[in-house]
């Protein structure tokens, strides 16, 4: 058992569990399909409906998130599918959507930009397409893509459906799925909700379901439509891994008697001011740039630019300390760094840890 203070350890995923969270998985099990399971499953109904801020009954399920990308392919892809790609995630949207045997058109951009709403316009008047995914958050460069607009834009078009990987933006700044008529928004345990890794999460349109009956050979394991019967039941699809439920219920209650998810919102915008501020102060004669423009940036993870070859010795220099950040991701990872200010994480524990940063960087 490591007694290193709770703040940190600063991934973009996972990110660091409260105590108090992760205690509450040593308690014992319950029958999957009995009245303790519906009540549980009862409870958190309307706390996820405020997080994803829809009247749906969002769903759970226990596997990582990933594989509800795998379901939002399977049920929301007719024929052929608009990627959009400016990273990592993005790309394994769209390799999953063909692994899956769909008629995928990426529509990329280079790491650190977001498509424009008019380029994704272009796109679908040159595309003919049943649906567009994107990923909100680019957890591998820190960009954030403006999501209500492309939202809007996507809406021109009739049966396009909108699937949105919101990983690491749900939770740490608004994701409207009704208002802004996202068809379905899918998330993980692990990033801006502060808890283990393991449960993915998600929220749909009527229109998606209604979509998913019109798909044949969907699945059975990652089926939207029992998915959405089961929650409307307060009933799991299969046996669920209890002990995430616990964690999930109680870190929801948290949540909700520390200002809901709004506070949560507020929290995550003062982080990503803080990291700004000590990039333009500090950062800058220390090498450092952020790789998004001022406006596209995350507000859950901070991809900054350093000297070239020296991201791995910061990382490690900060590892030496007690201090834990991430590497670049993928074909970034000699010229960037990535910290995740996520989840229970506070503006005072991320200025400390800049405050090493700088140390470590000078
Ligand atoms: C972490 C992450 C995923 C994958 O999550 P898993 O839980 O590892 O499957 C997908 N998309 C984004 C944007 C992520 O940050």
């Known amino acids: 058992m490591t007694t290193t203070p709770f703040g940190r350890f600063f991934l973009p995923g996972p990110t660091e ?51 509800f990308m795998e379901m939002a392919v399977r049920s929301g892809i007719r024929s052929r599918v608009l990627s959009l ?12 959507a063909q692994a899956c045997g769909r008629d995928v058109v990426t529509l990329e951009v280079a790491p650190g930009k977001t498509v424009d ?46 699937l949105v990987d919101a990983v690491t933006s749900l939770a740490g700044c608004p994701v409207e799925t009704d208002a802004w008529k996202l068809d379905f928004v899918l998330t993980g345990s692990q990033k801006a909700l ?51 439920l616990y964690a999930l219920d109680g870190q929801l209650k948290r949540n909700e008697s520390a200002g809901g998810v709004e506070a949560r919102w507020q929290r995550h915008r003062e982080m990503l001011e803080a990291m700004e501020r000590w990039v333009d102060q500090k950062g800058h004669d220390l090498g450092m740039s952020y790789l998004p423009a001022k406006d596209r940036r995350s507000w ?43 989840g229970d994480h506070t503006v005072s524990e991320l200025e400390e840890l800049l405050g090493v940063l700088e140390e470590v960087a000078a």
């Open 17 to 67: 569990v409260h105590p108090d969270v992760l205690v509450l998985m040593t308690r014992p099990m319950i029958a999957h399909r009995g009245r303790a399971m519906s009540n549980l499953l009862a409870g958190m109904l309307n706390p996820l409906r405020a997080l994803f801020r829809t009247e749906c009954h969002p769903l759970i399920g226990t596997c990582s998130a990933t594989a």
């Open 194 to 244: 502060a808890l283990p890794p393991g449960l993915a999460l998600a929220a749909h349109s009527d229109r998606m379901i209604e979509r998913a009956k019109s798909v044949p050979e969907r699945g059975g394991y990652l089926d939207i439509v029992s998915y959405a019967e089961a929650a409307e039941n307060n009933q799991p699809t299969n046996t669920p891994c209890v002990s995430l």
């Open 117 to 162: 709403p008019d380029m994704l316009r272009d796109a679908l008047i040159r595309t003919e397409v049943d649906a567009v995914t994107l990923v909100h958050s680019e957890t591998s460069t820190g960009a954030l893509a403006p999501l209500e607009q492309l939202a809007e834009v996507v809406h021109e078009f009739d049966g396009v459906m909108l």
């Open 85 to 96: 790609v400016s990273g990592s995630f993005g790309k394994r949207f769209a390799a999953i």
């Open 300 to 342: 859950t993870v901070s991809c900054l630019n350093v000297r070239e070859g020296t991201g791995r010795t910061i990382q490690h220099a900060m590892a030496d300390r007690g201090w834990t950040i991430a590497s670049g991701y993928g074909e970034l990872k000699h010229h960037t760094i990535r910290i995740g200010h996520m």
